[in-house]
């Protein structure tokens, strides 16, 4: 230990070493262990190449353990190409190659002249491919793989053994590496590499191997509606986990991710009916029963939202009808009604005034009243005007005749 007396907030008084020469030795220290770890990594590193040159054909795995960015001189990495990337063909020019342990990564070319080493148009499915003095390069987007410059360092060639059946091997190698990403947290990737397993199983159509396509292709559905579920795209977890359903219909974790993202939907009647499917199939889960239990704790909070609602409305509705406002002037010269059932049934007495309620006339009687008086008194004049004038041709004609 140093031992130091202060003199004030800034002089020091040493017994040992200053401030700034106990920064610099720890610069120094710093510095100098530092190499030496380079030293070592860089003996450590000389061995595996020696090794791997005896071993000659290497995978990916041997690139890792000798480092980013480190050549494997005078080694080669031998490898079938699964799929040419065609999303930005021919800006980026990517392939995706499987290695002798099953390993799948990424290559992108950065030459646009390979010829006549080979050509991009060799770059098809089930081709062998070989590159020479490989190194393991990582590229923005987190991906390891390669990155060819040097076209003579590249060669293809046919498989004369491949075969369609050889796709399931490259959906499980992308569902691994869809696994990886996935336990990055890097679920936009994820989808991408289990999309692409999912792509080499609808190719595979051989009914010996249906089993096997179907044991990949479940959870690439199941994850990729994780995936979905964490990006909070709640139509794409239901349908996705619909797909898994389809292959195997009584897989509780299906339910359950699909009612969490119909709960998110509002979908409540959907979402109880999800979550009682997952607890038939799994009732020891407790993550499942939360969830049911929660949903219906919204369900009875909604239910109770639109009773309040609906009686509120219905109240408004009754105080701005116009029969309200009559029942309550109709109230007042009314006289309360006793509760008790003695006096409910005696007959009121000779002082209480009696009150009765005149209901209206209707108005279309007064109307006809008016209207039925003076035809009726104009149709008698003329009757009085017709038979007075019958009169007087009937007494002409009979003074006619004795004439």
């Known amino acids: 230990s140093i031992n130091a007396e202060y003199m004030g907030e800034d002089e020091i008084i ?83 190659i499987l290695d002798q342990e099953n390993d799948a990564r990424s290559v ?33 987007d987190g991906q390891m793989g390669f990155r060819v410059e040097e076209a003579n360092l590249v060669s293809i060639h046919p498989n004369p053994d491949f075969v369609p059946n050889r796709r399931l091997v490259y959906a499980a190698a992308e569902k691994e590496d869809g696994s990886r990403w996935y336990k990055q947290k890097k679920w936009e990737e994820a989808i991408i590499r289990y999309d692409a397993s999912l792509r080499h199983c609808e190719r595979v159509s051989d009914e010996t191997v249906i089993q096997r396509r179907r044991e990949i292709e479940m959870p690439c559905y199941l994850n990729i509606s994780a995936c979905f579920l964490q990006q909070k795209k709640w139509d ?23 009612a969490q993202a119909q709960v998110q939907m509002r979908q409540f009647e959907q979402a109880e009916e999800s979550y009682l499917k997952a607890i038939q199939l799994e009732p020891s889960d407790k993550l499942i029963k939360d969830g049911l239990k929660d949903l219906r704790a919204q369900m009875k909070e909604r239910n109770e939202a639109e009773l309040a609602l609906w009686k509120g409305k219905l109240k408004s509705e009754k105080s ?28 009121p007495s000779k002082s209480e005034k009696k009150v009765t309620i005149k209901k209206p006339s209707k108005p279309w009687k007064i109307n006809w009243m008016i209207i039925l008086i003076p035809v009726g008194s104009i149709i008698v004049l003329i009757l009085g005007v017709v038979i007075g004038i019958l009169l007087s ?6 003074s006619s005749i004795s004439s």
């Open 108 to 140: 992108f070319f950065y030459t646009d002249e390979p010829e006549p080493y080979f050509s991009l148009d060799d770059l098809k499915e089930g081709y062998i491919i070989k590159f020479r003095d490989p190194n393991l390069h990582f590229f923005m």
């Open 14 to 96: 040493e017994l040992g070493e200053t401030e700034e020469q106990r920064k610099n030795r720890e610069e120094l220290e710093a510095k100098i262990k530092k190499e030496e770890e380079r030293k070592k990594e860089d003996e450590r590193r000389k061995v595996v190449l020696a090794r791997l040159q005896v071993k000659k054909d290497i995978a990916f795995s041997d690139l890792f353990e000798l480092g980013l960015a480190r050549k494997a001189v005078g080694c080669t990495l031998t490898a079938e190409i699964m799929e040419k990337i065609m999303d930005h063909w021919p800006n980026s020019k990517q392939i995706r």
């Open 236 to 258: 794409d977890v239901v349908k996705f986990s619909r797909k898994a359903l389809e292959i195997q219909p009584e897989h509780p974790k299906a339910y359950y991710r699909m």
């Open 320 to 347: 701005s009808s116009p029969s309200d406002t009559s029942t309550s002037n109709n109230s007042k010269s009314t006289t309360k009604p006793s509760t008790d059932s003695k006096s409910a049934t005696t007959k």
């Open 393 to 398: 041709k009937n007494a002409h004609h009979i």
